[in-house]
């Protein structure tokens, strides 16, 4: 049985109601100008456009990004260190980066920061994923691949996972956070 009611098809944008949408956005996710320009964009396409001018999005990030409402270079590093924080690696923390539409002077501050934390992150995946040195019991070869290609993934150096993996608890002490 229909009930009858139908929704209503939104109404197209105009300026003032695209900066509306951008404003609330930027105030409610961490953003990039890459991000907040697709979903402007995107906004643009589902509801139309009003106005016989074409849309301003590139004004509206320019004038957010120097009000201050979005910082590429802030978001990078917050992301960069969340990630690390959760173990991964240079490499995966990059496609993130990239996934997020941050490049150039900002991708290149987080990597730096990376590299300092590399083998701390890699000591943090392990323990987290109970492989290598914090595995209950000494892994079989074919367990000790499957580790291997799982920090692979997670976007640490070979060298490192080699270095993880190949220690022994007791090497790694002094490394251990508490």
Do not use: C
Not at 10 to 17: E, F, K, S
Not at 61 to 84: K, T
Not at 100 to 114: K, P, T, Y
Not at 146 to 158: D, L, W
């Amino acid at each position: 049985m229909r009930s009858g009611r139908h929704k209503a098809a939104p109404r197209p944008l105009d300026q003032p109601g695209l900066e509306r949408l951008g404003l609330f956005y930027v105030g409610r996710y961490a953003t990039t100008q890459a991000k907040l320009r697709t979903y402007l964009n995107r906004k643009v396409r589902e509801r139309g456009w009003k106005d016989p001018s074409a849309p301003g999005v590139d004004s509206i990030v320019e004038r957010f990004v120097e009000l201050g409402y979005i910082d590429d270079e802030a978001f990078a590093l917050a992301r960069g260190e969340a990630l690390q924080r959760r173990g991964f690696g240079a490499r995966r923390v990059g496609l993130a980066l990239r996934s997020a539409g941050v490049a150039g002077d900002a991708a290149d501050a987080v990597r730096e920061q990376l590299e300092d934390g590399a083998f701390a992150a890699a000591l943090r995946f392990a323990r987290r994923r109970k492989i290598g040195p914090y595995a209950a019991a000494p892994a079989d070869r074919a367990a000790q691949q499957k580790a291997f290609a799982a920090m692979m993934r997670a976007g640490h150096p070979g060298e490192i996972v080699r270095k993880v993996l190949g220690a022994s608890p007791e090497e790694l002490q002094e490394f251990d956070e508490p």
